[in-house]
């Protein structure tokens, strides 16, 4: 059975104090720290890139979860792995060969998942799926944090989980203690979650409503 996983997203931190952050999420329970990694292409934002994540690790053990929303991501492999990312993911819409960007991606030594937009419907991934160690299902059209949770998502959801049991299911936008349920009762199991956790008055308490709920609905299945 899959794990439940909580990733708060830093794009809601203080980007002065990243590695304090990063610590102070750890301490609160979380089990990965997810980046958004945007190029203002893909996505109409721009964010950061391998060099911050390189600087970050020297000051964490944890686990960084790279999501990039960029275009041509076979550009940024090399770098990185170099900087310590543990998983790449990329957006399928982003890339022509995802089976050669996976290959690239593994031969560095990083963990692979590959994303998928809204509108992008689940079965591009299902002959990759065998090769990844996460899918992620948007929940809203990648680019800000604070947007709303689409619940259409989950129907995508639940046909991944469905087909594959093992597989680490991550979703990202909107996530927050009113729509957990829905998610963890659609299969997902890697929760993103920004402005939920940074603005919370009790950041520790939603991380640990998310894991509990996820453990819940998998107790009752
Ligand atoms: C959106 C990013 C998300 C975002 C989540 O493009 O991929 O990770 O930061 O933030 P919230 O939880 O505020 O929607
Ligand atoms: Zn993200």
Known sequence: MVTAKIAPSLLSGDFAHLAEECERMLDLGADYLHMDVMDGHFVPNLTLGAPIIKSLRAHT?????CHLMVSKPEQW??????AGADLFCFHYEATEDPTALIEMIRAKG???????????????VYKFAPALDQVLVMTVEPGFGGQSFMPECMDKVRDLR??????????DGGLAPEN???????GANVIVAGSSIFNASSPESVISLFRKTIQNVQAVA
């Open 180 to 186: 957990i349920e829905i998610a963890a009762k659609a």
């Open 77 to 82: 492999v090399d770098d990185f792995a170099s």
């Open 162 to 171: 469905s087909r594959f049991p093992e597989l680490d299911i991550e979703v």
């Open 61 to 65: 053990k944890g686990f960084l979860d």
């Open 110 to 124: 990083m963990k692979v998942g590959i994303a998928i937009k809204p509108n992008t419907p689940a079965d591009v």
